[in-house]
């Protein structure tokens, strides 16, 4: 762990020179474990079939979509989607100690400390390399300039997708995310239909309701109320916003406004991301 709390202390501007001993020692002594093919120095990065080396993270604030996009693009290229907000939910799920602490943060719409998070992340990347996975679509992390910091510290993103909506939209997104308890799936109750006015165009997304049988089994995320929402949007606004300008000035952001609901979206995001050629992919994906 020593390593890990070093990076944590800020170790994270490390000498590109020492960068792959330093992994080394890092993902012997904390477990942060990026997979040395997909560690930045010394190995080539991973690749997926159609030669694109994915290791992407989508940013955006509480509700626009990153967990569908990201999910979908997971399908379509092959690579594991790790969302921190999942990660950080199974941990809710089970039972101790650090269950009643991360309870009470994330149901104040407060972050989890980086430590939690960094070491989440390690086994959910350290479990991923023992099954053979390559590459990933990181979803809620980074959050913070920070953790971009320890992120660039270890490995080489090659894309960064930011998605946006407006923020009445993204609250009434919140306010109608819907989850089956049993299944698992994700769903949204809210029909939103806002007119365009004053150059400003409008938006219409339709819901995005459950098969008859998750309808009773429904469920909502403790941390989407109104109140909670709105403390989580003021943080994106003050913690995970400088993460957008962080990126740009790397050259590696791409902005994607998303125009309407998935139907609309999908198509236009594989464009951005040149993966429209793949008409197959795209059913396939759906
Ligand atoms: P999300 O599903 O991404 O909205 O995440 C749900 C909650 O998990 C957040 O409100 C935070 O409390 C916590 N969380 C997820 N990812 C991170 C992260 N990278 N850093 C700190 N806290 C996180």
Not at 22 to 40: H, K, L, N, T, Y
Not at 191 to 206: C, V
């Amino acid at each position: 762990m020593t390593a890990l709390r070093g990076l944590l202390r800020g170790n994270a501007a490390v000498n590109m020179r020492t960068a792959g001993r330093w992994i080394s020692s890092v993902a012997a002594e904390s477990g942060f474990s990026f997979p040395a093919s997909q560690a930045r120095q010394g190995v080539a990065p991973r690749r997926d079939p159609g030669s694109r080396n994915v290791q992407w993270v989508f940013l955006g604030c509480p509700g626009v979509g990153k967990g569908t996009y990201a999910s979908r693009l997971s399908r379509l290229l092959g690579v594991p989607h790790i969302a921190t907000g999942d990660l950080v939910r199974d941990e809710l799920a089970a039972t101790g100690p650090l269950s009643k602490q991360l309870t009470e943060i994330v149901n104040r719409g407060q972050l989890v400390s980086d430590e939690i998070i960094i070491d989440l992340l390690s086994k959910r990347l350290e479990d991923g390399v023992a099954k053979g996975e390559s590459g990933f679509i990181l979803d809620g992390f980074p959050r913070t300039r920070r953790q971009a910091e320890i992120l660039e510290g270890v490995t080489e993103i090659e894309l960064v997708v930011n998605l946006k909506l407006r923020e009445d939209v993204l609250l009434a997104k919140c306010l109608g995310r819907r989850i089956c308890s049993q299944c698992g799936g994700n769903f949204n109750v809210a029909s939103i239909d806002i007119k365009g006015e004053n150059g400003r165009p409008g938006i219409s997304m339709p819901p995005l309701l459950p098969p008859e049988h998750c309808m009773s089994k429904l469920i909502t995320r403790g941390d989407d109320t109104e109140e909670v929402v709105k403390e989580r949007l003021r943080l994106y606004y003050e913690l995970s916003q400088p993460v957008e300008e962080f990126y740009r000035i790397r050259g590696k952001l791409l902005e994607f406004d998303l125009p309407g609901g998935i139907p609309e979206s999908w198509p236009k995001l594989l464009r951005a991301l040149n993966l429209d050629d793949h008409d197959e992919k795209q059913s396939a994906a759906a």
